[in-house]
């Protein structure tokens, strides 16, 4: 019993990939490149791993370094964390390079008191419901998202109140 | 033409678990998609929040069931990375066979739940008839059916002794293999099926990347991405695994992409069985691990990805899970848009939403609603009476 | 009556709601239907419309979500009901007891018949229970 | 015929009791194959009349969104132009309880009203799901009932008779059964794949697709009268299976001339209704559900191109 039809579509030929523009292979050219692009927004980063890298950038750049790494560097959003750092909120944004599987975190620090930070939806549509669950249960402005309506908390969910934000002690 | 909302959900024969879709239709073609989720949130990341790292395990192995493997070690991978820890040879590959028997278990129980959503019962019970010497194997190895808890942080729990269940699992294997190839062609090759199928939900590559989805659904529209291939874990570096890609696009290519794995797991673990190296299972943790830390596996459905962040103590300080249907479920609205009513199941079934996943940490407790646009079953029951067109009754 | 009696119990038709389970409990219930266990021969079937059902299985361990809709879904069976809860979960929250979004277990809600523990029930233990529940109706 | 003839044979045979009864008995039958098919033991025998039985016993619930009169009337008009059709169709040797000129366009008619039945009934439900069933249904209907007029027209013009009793002895006298001619077999093809939508089988099984709209027109019909929508089901799937054998096949016809051609015409009798009730299931178990579009395509194109092809064939005198 043969496969026919599976094995004459099956395509493994590298032109597939013809959105992803060069992906890099080394993860310290992958950190001078974003350097290089963001300038002074640029804060730190560190290396744990071969495929594990974190960069710390301004919270204003987070949307010019996502364009960039989406869309230039050809890089994929897994996801977006937020941890509530007391104080701060530290949002950690998850990309992956599928050719090499560099995972590179980028992460900014926003001040709880005016939690605001760009939107990168309008770039990666896949961000859309990642970032509504995050003000959802964070209280994370995310400016200029196109559909900021609450995701997964109910209507009757009082507002100011956030499932997973830990309470300042006064 | 008037528009009028179909649900589908939150309870519906097509969907073995409650989801909320509102197709917005105009006639019978759709034009807008509107999904709700939380009716599977249970709280799970808060949960684990006061959970030991040695607990945790258990707990996100019920995130979903039919991916109980893949949530275990993704989350044990995390810690490990967080805390450079080095997994024995032997616990490396008892993860990649009990990982690709998981594979087998969960594309045969799609593809059952897929011919099923077509209206083919017969083929419904042919893959759920060949589905269940795969449960057989996971009792022998793992003492349950489903729920395996081999994951612990370090290794794996339980040995398995391959000189007693490597012909057991060969012979297995051997058996379905030709019975699933003879499913496939009936698939690839049955009229009806086809008029179902091609062409059906299509995802183009460009929505695909823009969308970010993982897995089949990726696969199946050209994006060659695999987490077993890119940043092999476990043993695949060491047995290797081929991928397949097709660039239709549509619930066809998806269904192929997922046969054409289950083909390939039947052969890595014939390879990782045959290489399994002898020695320890497990490193003991001196210490409760520091630092941060990404996992990634590819499960059934695609990337898993837990991120951990650990302050020395045992218990995280976040634990973050992204299962693979939360970023294949947006991509649903530009496959719905411009189809049938009929193709919608399909077309939802063809993602493969593991809604358990997707809704592991949200929470909605009403949908008693004022938004004009949305209306739930009951009063769509009244309007449906009175009136076809509910909308410009509530406007 | 003794006909009657004879009639329900040969013929258990079932509707199956999901409150929040993860998955593995409903797999077991879809898989008795499957070739290996095939319930049809003792009459059972699943059934789309909860109009047409005798017995109501739950799984999962209620969030407050499905909780308002478990309580319609029980109201609108027809008589005589019978409700089954599926899995440790349904009968204790199992392991999702602490959560604030679970109000479960499933008899806080709707009265239940029948409990069949594990985590996820065999499907020999389903089937068992669906025969424990028919020796409810006398 | 005196009153108690007409009333025995209306309700007892071969009217309400026999052809339920078969009917139940041939709705084993199908989920039996199909179960066979499906690997499966399937049901036990008693399990059609068990089901009937349970539902009977059951609460009936009216939903307080539907229209009372109508959702009780749809399952009623259902069932008794079901259960009256087979005073019309010849059994053993002995002519219908009611035969009268044109009785076969009757016949067409009746057959359609389980149909309008249930469309009624699923958009009385006052359901979402019911309106779309109900809908489906309509379309469905619109859909076989032409390719099914032009299968029975062909019959009639082959035979030169509008009466049923005419075909059955119109095949006696000929020798051969109208399937085994060129034009019957077209008019056959035509007829067959009507009944399984008339019958909501796959690749039909679309006014009451599960996956789709949960229970189609049948959502929000609980105890008694789901169980009288059962019974009309059942029913249908045994007349319908009669019709056909009737028209095609040379009908029920037991031959007195010695014992053993009684014997042996009883048993070709059970074989062809049988036999036919197997190619039913058989093709229900191996397709899938086509969509509503497609089937509406492939009546109106296909099946009522082969009808006519039948029809033009006897003009040629095939």
Redesign the interface.
Same mark, same amino acid.
């Given at each position: 019993m043969g496969l026919t039809r599976f094995s004459q579509d099956a395509g493994n030929s590298d032109d597939v990939l013809s959105v992803a523009v060069e992906q890099v292979k080394d993860p310290e050219s992958v950190v001078v490149k974003i350097k290089e692009h963001l300038g002074e927004h640029f804060e730190q980063h560190y290396v744990k791993r071969k495929n594990r890298v974190y960069v710390t950038v301004r919270k204003e750049a987070v949307r010019k370094c996502a364009k960039f790494i989406f869309e230039s560097l050809g890089a994929r959003l897994s996801t977006v964390t937020c941890v509530d750092k007391n104080f701060r909120f530290e949002l950690i944004y998850h990309f992956t390079f599928d050719n090499t599987g560099l995972v590179l975190n980028i992460k900014c620090l926003i001040p709880k008191y005016e939690p605001k930070v760009e939107s990168v939806s309008e770039i990666i549509f896949g961000a859309n419901w990642i970032e509504r669950e995050i003000k959802d249960l964070f209280g994370v402005e995310f400016v200029g998202h196109p559909n900021p309506e609450r995701l997964i908390l109910s209507d009757d969910w009082p507002e100011n109140e956030y499932p997973l934000r830990r309470r300042l002690i006064e | 033409m008037p528009e009028t909302i179909i649900p589908i959900g939150p309870y519906h024969p097509a969907l073995k678990e409650p989801e909320f879709f509102q197709l917005i239709v105009e006639g019978e073609k759709i034009v807008d998609v509107k999904m709700r989720m939380g009716y599977i949130h249970r709280g799970i990341e808060f949960l684990a929040s006061k959970k030991t790292i040695h607990q945790i395990p258990v707990l996100v192995e019920r995130i979903c069931g039919i991916c109980s493997h893949c949530h275990p070690t993704c989350f044990c991978q995390a810690v490990e990375d967080a805390g450079d820890i080095e997994v024995p040879d032997r616990a490396r590959y008892i993860r990649t066979i009990i990982a690709e028997l998981e594979r087998i278990h969960s594309h045969l129980l799609w593809a059952g739940v897929a011919a099923h959503l077509i209206g083919y019962d017969t083929l419904f019970m042919y893959f759920w008839r060949y589905r269940e010497p795969v449960c057989n194997l996971f009792e022998l190895l793992t003492g349950n059916r489903q729920n395996y808890a081999m994951e612990c942080v370090g290794g794996v729990r339980r040995d398995i002794d391959f000189k007693m269940s490597k012909d057991k699992i060969l012979k297995v294997l051997s058996e379905i293999k030709p019975a699933i190839l003879r499913l496939a062609n009936s698939i690839a090759e049955d009229p009806v099926v086809k008029a179902r199928m091609v062409g059906i939900g299509v995802l183009s590559q460009h929505d695909a990347r823009k969308y970010c989805v993982v897995g089949p659904t990726a696969r199946g529209s050209g994006l060659k991405i695999d987490v077993r291939i890119c940043e092999p874990y476990d043993a695949y570096k060491e047995v290797g695994v081929d991928m397949k890609v097709f660039t239709e696009g549509d619930a066809m290519a998806r269904t192929l992409v997922r046969i054409h794995e289950v083909l390939e797991s039947m052969e890595i673990i014939g390879r990782a069985i045959d290489a399994i190296p002898n020695g320890p299972i497990q490193v003991e943790l001196k210490e409760p691990p520091k630092g941060e830390g990404v996992g990634k596996v590819e499960a059934p459905r695609g990337e898993d990805i837990h991120y951990v962040a650990l302050n020395g103590t045992v218990i995280p300080e976040r634990l973050k899970v992204r299962a693979p249907s939360y970023v294949n479920l947006p991509s649903l609205t530009p496959q719905l848009i411009g189809h049938d009513i009929a193709d919608a199941p399909i077309i939802i079934g063809a993602v493969d939403p593991c809604m358990s996943c997707t809704d592991r940490m949200v929470s909605i407790v009403d949908r008693k609603r004022n938004d004009k646009v949305i209306l739930s079953l009951e009063e769509l029951a009244q309007f449906g009476r009175k009136n076809k067109n509910p909308l410009k009754v509530r406007r | 009556m003794g006909?009657?009696n004879?009639?329900?119990k *040969?013929?258990p038709w079932v509707f !199956?709601?999901? =409150? +929040? =389970?993860?998955?593995?409990?409903?797999?077991?219930l879809?898989?008795v239907l499957?070739? /290996?266990y095939?319930v049809?021969?003792f009459?059972i079937l699943l059934? +789309?419309?909860i109009? !047409?059902a005798?017995l109501l299985i739950v799984t999962?361990?209620v969030? *407050?979500?499905?909780a308002? /809709?478990l309580k319609r879904?029980y109201e609108?069976m027809?008589?005589?009901k019978l409700v089954m809860a599926l899995g440790t979960c349904a009968i204790s929250r +199992?392991?999702?007891d +602490? =959560?604030?979004?679970?109000v479960g277990p499933v008899d806080q809600i709707v009265p239940v018949d029948v409990f069949v523990p594990g985590?996820?029930p065999?499907p020999e233990a389903i089937i068992d229970g669906v025969v424990k529940a028919l020796a409810k109706l006398g | 015929m005196n009153l108690v003839e007409v009333i025995l044979s209306v309700f007892l045979f071969p009217g309400f009791i026999f052809t339920s009864n078969i009917g139940l008995f041939f709705a084993w039958v199908n989920r039996k194959i199909l179960a066979r098919l499906q690997w499966r033991v399937g049901p036990p025998i008693y399990q059609p009349w068990v089901d009937i039985l349970k539902l009977l016993s059951k609460q009936t619930i009216i939903p307080s969104t539907a229209h009372k009169a109508a959702f009780i009337l749809a399952p009623m008009i259902g069932f008794t132009a079901t259960f009256v059709v087979p005073l019309m169709l010849p059994i053993v040797y002995s002519a219908p309880v009611f035969s009268f000129l044109g009785d076969l366009i009757v016949l067409v008619y009746l057959l359609a009203l389980p149909g309008i039945a249930l469309m009624v009934g699923g958009s009385a439900s006052g359901n979402p799901y019911g309106s779309v069933g109900s809908s489906r249904e309509m379309m469905l209907l619109l859909s076989y009932e032409l390719p099914f007029i032009i299968a029975i027209f062909t019959v009639v013009a082959k035979v030169g008779g509008l009466s049923i009793t005419g075909v059955v002895e119109h095949q006696i006298e000929s020798g051969t059964c109208l399937f085994f001619t060129a034009s019957g077999f077209l008019a056959f093809i035509a007829a067959f794949a009507s009944s399984l939508a008339k019958l909501s089988l796959n690749p039909f099984e679309i006014p009451d697709a599960k996956t789709e709209i949960v229970a189609g027109p049948y959502t929000e019909y609980s105890g008694g009268l789901l169980a009288i929508f059962k019974l009309t089901h059942a029913m249908l799937l045994c007349i319908l299976t009669w019709t056909l054998v009737t028209l095609f096949f040379g009908g029920l016809v037991v031959d007195f001339t010695s014992q053993v051609t009684v014997v042996a015409s009883s048993v070709l009798c059970v074989v062809k209704l049988v036999g036919l009730l197997f190619v039913v299931s058989i093709v229900h178990g191996i397709n899938p559900r086509a969509r509503i579009d497609q089937t509406l395509k492939f009546f109106w194109l296909y099946l009522t191109a082969i009808a006519c092809g039948g029809l033009i064939m006897v003009f040629l005198g095939w």
């Open positions: - | - | 006909l009657i004879l009639a329900r *040969k013929s !199956h709601f999901n =409150s +929040g =389970s993860c998955n593995n409990c409903d797999i077991e879809i898989d499957t070739p /290996r095939d049809e021969r009459g059934q +789309g419309s109009r !047409h005798d999962g361990p969030n *407050k979500q499905a308002p /809709r879904v609108q027809p008589r005589p +199992g392991i999702f +602490g =959560s604030y979004t679970i985590c996820p065999r | -």
